[in-house]
């Protein structure tokens, strides 16, 4: 079995996402880290669709020949990471199936946290609270600026700056790793490094 895709219940993605890029950036960066990760060996300029699963994206980038470079563990023969899709566009990005909504939001002003699905005893958003966050959300998805006011210190934040839970990102630029074993912090981190902006990773199922 050496060298064969492992089979899994399901496709899995890990997804590195710049939530500081503007929309008009998005698109020449993007260009520029597929260029780094193709020097880099990590990725190939073969597309292919199998395995990915990254609306509105339906294609990604083949892995390279050093995509071990990229990961924590690369010891199992059979574990191929499927390809790397590349999402252009201002979006919010979830963490998998059945999420549409942070469960907090936390202040970059003062650093209290905004709960917004109070887990155990609601599994869905307080609408009230919800939507100051869903309107600032849709405005900068339209027209590249929205804020949401801190319900703590009144402060009016961009929604790129506020910082969620670890299931849900704000941002123009994201990196969906399909299939790949978990990357490393260091990888992470010079990844960030290369975009030049302030990264938000997660993972998910679908």
Not at 23 to 39: C, H, I, N, T, Y
Not at 76 to 105: I, K, M, S
Not at 119 to 128: I, L, M, S, T
Request: charged content about 20%; aromatic content about 10%.
């Amino acid at each position: 079995m050496t060298g064969q895709v492992v089979e899994t219940m399901g496709d899995y993605f890990e997804r590195i996402v710049d939530v500081e890029v503007t929309g008009e950036e998005a698109g020449p960066l993007a260009e520029r880290m597929v260029d780094w990760m193709v020097s880099e060996g990590l990725i190939t300029r073969e597309l292919s669709s199998d395995r990915v699963f990254s609306h509105p994206v339906t294609e990604g980038y083949v892995r390279g020949p050093n995509w071990a470079r990229a990961v924590a563990d690369a010891s199992n023969p059979d574990w191929l990471p499927g390809p790397v899709a590349v999402v252009v566009g201002r979006d919010y990005h979830v963490g998998g199936q059945g999420v549409d909504t942070p469960e907090l939001a936390v202040c970059p002003r003062c650093q209290s946290t905004t709960v917004i699905i109070n887990y155990p005893e609601q599994f869905e958003a307080e609408d009230e609270v919800w939507q100051p966050f869903r309107d600032g959300i849709a405005a900068w998805m339209e027209t590249g600026e929205g804020n949401a006011p801190c319900p703590a210190c009144g402060a009016s934040v961009p929604v790129t700056q506020w910082r969620w839970d670890g299931s849900f990102a704000v941002g123009a630029l994201a990196f969906d790793f399909w299939d790949w074993p978990p990357l490393s912090d260091a990888f992470c981190a010079t990844f960030s490094q290369q975009l030049g902006h302030r990264t938000v990773e997660h993972g998910g199922k679908v």
